[in-house]
């Protein structure tokens, strides 16, 4: 499985950005879904994850009531809307998929497919 994210970009606090992980080379309607994200100088974080029926979602305090994750497994693609982005957000955003008992899907080592990340730069 390759896993494609896309999306990033420059935007203003504020504002908003939709970021698009595409599987392919096989599906991923089965596997968990994930995003996380890395700023320089620090260490990769965990920002939402989506079950594998996609009727749970879970995200850290930090992106709640921001951040919103979906899949569509129709198109083999997970989203993540970005809304009220602030200066924090930026880093480099990247997409995982792992099979996982639900409790650990905010833990990295539990992914086994990693996307090559998009980078969001959100300016003040």
């Known amino acids: 499985v390759q896993l494609q994210a896309s999306g990033g970009g420059l935007v203003q606090a504020g504002g908003s950005l939709r970021l698009s992980c595409a599987a392919s080379?096989?599906?991923?309607?089965?596997?968990?879904m994930g995003w996380f994200r890395q700023a320089p100088g620090k260490e990769r974080e965990f920002v939402a994850a989506?079950?594998?029926?996609?009727?749970?979602?879970v995200s850290p305090d930090s992106v709640k009531g921001r951040f919103t994750i979906s899949r569509d497994k129709s198109k083999n693609t997970v989203y993540l809307q970005m809304n009220s982005l602030k200066p924090e957000d930026t880093a480099i955003y990247y997409c995982?998929?792992?099979?996982?008992?639900?409790?650990?899907?905010?833990?990295?080592?539990?992914?086994?497919?990693w996307g090559q990340g998009t980078l969001v730069t959100v300016s003040s």
């Open positions: 995982a998929a792992g099979r996982m008992i639900w409790g650990f899907a905010a833990n990295t080592r539990h992914y086994d497919y």
């Open positions: 080379g096989g599906t991923v309607s089965t596997y968990t």
């Open positions: 989506i079950s594998w029926s996609g009727s749970s979602t």
